[in-house]
């Protein structure tokens, strides 16, 4: 009962040792005071000691304690521009969940295309990628996590047995972690690491959200080919029929009634933001839009707060504002140069060999902690290489984020992976298989875009 207790009490006794030490060579105590702080932050991320939320106010605490920064300069980072961009499109989630339109477009969307077991399944992993670019994926799961179940009970598949099963939980899962990776609403990773970008150069360098899919659909496109075909050739499924599923769905359809004014308002709203987004983004500012859009839904009556206190993910936006401060801490500070300048000395490799280094690290470590913790720490020192190295900055920035979303086979680092396996359908010797496959396939495009695509748009 005491273990989460005493991993604390280790945690913050090493952390007030390592912080009394004479600071190394090359670094004062100011950036010694950071860089602890920092290492303390990353401990608690990857442990899960603490929850995310408040292991980022603590870090606002520790900082001006150990006066590293003010407190007026620490506690500003709450109120920076990614923070409420993040929280704009965590509501406009909201408003698609609470009105019923996100379930509404699922059902009717799997109804039309599942006439078969395969275009059944095929049906829910295009549907979850589709859906994960416009919304947080772990949002989308959430939302066809119960239709899938019903599904699954509708044709009667055995837990633990079902190919059809494992296949359907599989494409939910896949779907939503590939189609997520296109665009900066597919969860907080991607505005994260903007906004941390945007600190460490004084908001001198950004990534539009036009560059952000301009930067990755290659690799998004052939995990997509990649996933439909082996959703299709590993899993064989033994049902020959859908038609019990799609009655159930039509069922549900029916219950639903016609689309109601909130729906087509929200279903409006949704396509003019996104628009504006991609085509204004840079000239209206993404936080902007994304207030403007809320504002006009509460205007027209689509949207309740309390129907936004229910399905907002708080402690996430709490926990991006503490990561971004803690990043432009270790920026100011110099710690992240003096960090990339240990790690890198007598390395053999060039940039590109260490840019896929980070990559690989990036996906590895998103198996065991939160994809967001994962950003908020490779962030900092990465930044400070592409700055040693001469690499650009959003090509160092989009080889931490892509990677640290293929969280394939644990469910630490995203509620999709959890909800997949909470399922009873999949076996941890599949998803391990399966998922280490996958790794495979998105370090060697992550390789394709490096060595490749990226230099041949101009990006290095």
Known sequence: RLKRQVLLLVLFSVFLWVRALTPPEGLDQTGWSALSIFSLCGALWATGALPPAITSLLAMALIPMFGVMSAGETYAFFGSKVVFFILGAFMLSAAMMATGLSRRIASVFVRRLGATPRRLILSVFFLCAAASTLMSGHAVAAMVFPIVTDLARALKLEKGRSEMGKALFFAMAWGCIIGG?????????????????????????????AGFMAYSWPLVLVMLVFGAWHLRSRFEPEIDSTSAALAALEEQIHEMGKLSPREL????????????????GDSLGLANIAIVSMGALFSLGALQWREVETHVNWGIVVMYGGAIGLGSVM????????????????????????????????????????????????????????????????AITMVVVLPSNFAYIFPIATPVTGLAWSSGFLESKTVARNGLLLHLVSWTLMAALIFVYWPSVGLL
């Open 331 to 394: 920026e100011r500070s110099g710690a992240a140069q003096w960090l990339t300048d240990q790690a890198l000395s007598g390395t053999p490799l060039g940039a590109g060999g260490l840019m896929m280094a980070l990559a690989i690290t990036s996906a590895i470590l998103t198996e065991f902690m939160s994809n967001s913790a994962v950003v908020a720490m490779l962030m900092p020192p990465a930044l400070a290489f592409a700055e040693s190295q001469g690499v650009n900055l959003a």
């Open 265 to 280: 308002v929200v279903g409006v709203v949704l396509i003019v933001t996104v628009a504006l987004w991609a085509f204004a």
């Open 181 to 209: 990776s296109l665009t900066v609403l597919g969860g907080g990773r991607g505005p994260l690491a903007i906004g941390l970008l945007e600190e460490a150069t004084g908001e001198a360098f950004t990534i539009t959200f």
